[in-house]
């Protein structure tokens, strides 16, 4: 649901010193030509930017299409789900309820959602509302995202808050960063719980309605114009295609909120106006104060090594990634969920902004990597770098690298076809604590994989090797083909499912590995 970490990561991959300045920023026609390139060269259908300097809104535009069907273009209006990029806006609602003394940046979650459970009985009793925030829980990865990911499914937030029970901490409570969605659930239920209202509604009202944000919208069902929402698009195949908008989460406060360049510009010139808005900045929407808290370095983070930004820090604040980059405080995010792909990037010692965002999966995210990276280095006073070549070549790498290892997955089952199973021995029902029910099938003579309640998650099981199986899902929106792996019994009746992705550029938020799914017996 998030590519931070990986964006972040590969600018150590490009070792090298630092320019001679130049101490210009570029000109309008440079962006244009820029974004122009960049979605060209990612194979993207549309983008919009927006850049606030010193107070004001310097740039905003639309390019490419909202959608390769209709070739409606995209302008400074259109709106994109803007995915993590909606956890600030989560943070800052907490904000404005610790300043009206609703509640603390350390109360204990149980204090305000009492049935809520972690793995053991310390970190259930001690888990405050800033751990919630912080990536710091000791829970792996994208832990329990499958009752997210794909859309469609039937969980609802009480699975939410009882099902960390059933997860294994992979590291020590407060120790390590590891990126997770489902504790900002938590979170936006906390809101809901302390001021009365739902999230969507509290974020609608308290957040965008006072900054002006118009034409943004806290949840799809809350939309009340559809008209200029792009849709999203993959083009993993090589060719741009539409795929479904991704639908409400239980709540929005990990990644469900529709903005546009227009009313996100407004959003970052009330961060680097240090809660202030308004023509004459004469409102507050949350105080220096908490906007402190929020860019304050809450969990660690290794800092980037690349000698061009001699960067000192790294770690996650409160919904914000915080770093320093040539002696400059740098506050970001990025946001993913299907077929859209999003960055906000602020320098505040600069006060400068920049938001990117784009509708098709996977290029969107070296689009906005490269554009935001051209635009600060110009800034910073860097020569231009080529940061697209150099994206493009990563990401053409990755890409490759993954591409070929499924290829021989499925060369290997096509290979493997006349190997004679007894497929009596893996039908039936077998749950995991947290996930539910599955049901391997007969359908056609073949093997069927079928989730109970995310039935997004149905598929074709063909043999791989010796007790494992190959899924190929109905649902490909996204690259999230997995393999099952039975464990059997002395008579060779399968007794459990462990599973994991195929392809190692899988998105984390399909945690496959994080199921034991058990038989139940008849």
């Not at 909202?66 to 907490?94: C, H, M, W, Y």
């Not at 919208?217 to 929402?229: C, D, I, P, T």
């Not at 990037?345 to 902004?353: A, E, F, Q, Y």
């Amino acid at each position: 649901m998030n590519q931070l970490k990986s964006i972040l990561s590969l600018f150590t991959l490009f070792i090298f010193f630092a320019d001679n300045p130049s101490y210009s920023q570029l000109p309008d026609k440079d962006v244009d030509v820029l974004v122009e390139n960049a979605i060209k060269k990612f194979n993207v259908a549309g983008a919009s930017v927006a850049i606030v300097k010193d107070g004001k809104v310097i740039y905003k535009k639309g390019f490419g299409v909202s959608s390769i069907e209709t070739k409606q273009p995209v302008d400074e209006n259109t709106n994109f789900a803007i995915g993590s990029n909606s956890k600030a806006f989560t943070t800052a609602a907490l904000a404005i309820l610790v300043e009206e003394g609703k509640l603390s940046w350390t109360d204990k979650v149980k204090a305000h959602i009492p049935e809520f459970k972690m793995y053991n009985d310390y970190v259930t009793e001690n888990f405050n509302i800033q751990d919630l925030l912080t990536h710091r829980s000791g829970l792996g990865l994208g832990a329990g995202d499958l009752m997210l990911f794909p859309d469609g499914s039937d969980f609802t937030i009480k699975d939410v808050v009882s099902n960390f029970q059933h997860f294994k901490p992979v590291s020590a409570f407060r120790t390590h960063f590891d990126y997770d969605n489902q504790l900002y659930l938590v979170a936006g239920e906390v809101i809901a719980r302390t001021s009365g209202m739902s999230w969507e509604d509290f974020v609608q009202k308290r957040i965008m309605l006072p900054l002006e944000m118009k034409a943004s919208y806290s949840s799809l069902a809350g939309m009340k114009e559809k008209g200029n929402l792009s849709s999203a698009h993959s083009s993993s195949s090589g060719l741009i295609k539409k795929i479904g908008t991704f639908g409400d989460m239980m709540n929005g406060a990990a990644g469900g909120i529709f903005s546009n360049a227009n009313d996100m510009s407004k959003w970052m010139l009330t961060q680097l106006n240090k809660g202030k808005y308004g023509t004459t900045l004469q409102s507050q929407l949350f105080s220096p104060e908490s906007q402190y808290e929020m860019w304050k370095i809450h969990t660690v983070e290794d800092a980037d090594q690349n000698p061009r930004y001699n960067s000192h820090f790294r770690g996650y604040g409160l919904g914000w990634e915080i770093a320093d980059i040539k002696g400059n405080l740098s506050v970001s995010h990025t946001g993913g969920i299907p077929g859209m792909l999003s960055i906000v990037t602020m320098i505040p010692d600069l006060n400068l902004g920049i938001t990117i965002l784009t509708n098709t999966e996977n290029g969107g995210a070296g689009v906005f990597s490269a554009v935001s990276q051209t635009i600060i280095d110009s800034y910073l006073g860097l020569q231009d770098f080529g940061w697209t070549e150099k994206y493009y070549g990563y990401f053409n790498s990755q890409k490759n690298t993954g591409d070929d290892i499924v290829k021989k997955v499925w060369e290997t089952v096509k290979a493997g076809k006349k190997t004679s199973i007894n497929q009596e021995n893996f039908i039936g029902l077998y749950q995991d604590k947290w996930f539910g029910k599955i049901e391997i099938y007969l359908k056609d003579k073949q093997l069927w994989f079928k989730s109970y309640r995310s039935p997004k998650l149905t598929g074709q099981m063909q043999f791989y090797k010796a007790n494992t199986f190959a899924i190929k899902w109905d649902y490909q929106d996204m690259n999230c083909d997995a393999f099952a792996m039975f464990a059997l019994d002395e008579e060779g009746k399968a007794q459990s499912i462990k599973m994991k992705a195929i392809s190692p550029n899988t998105d984390f938020s399909f945690d496959f590995q994080d199921l034991d799914l058990l038989r139940i017996k008849p």
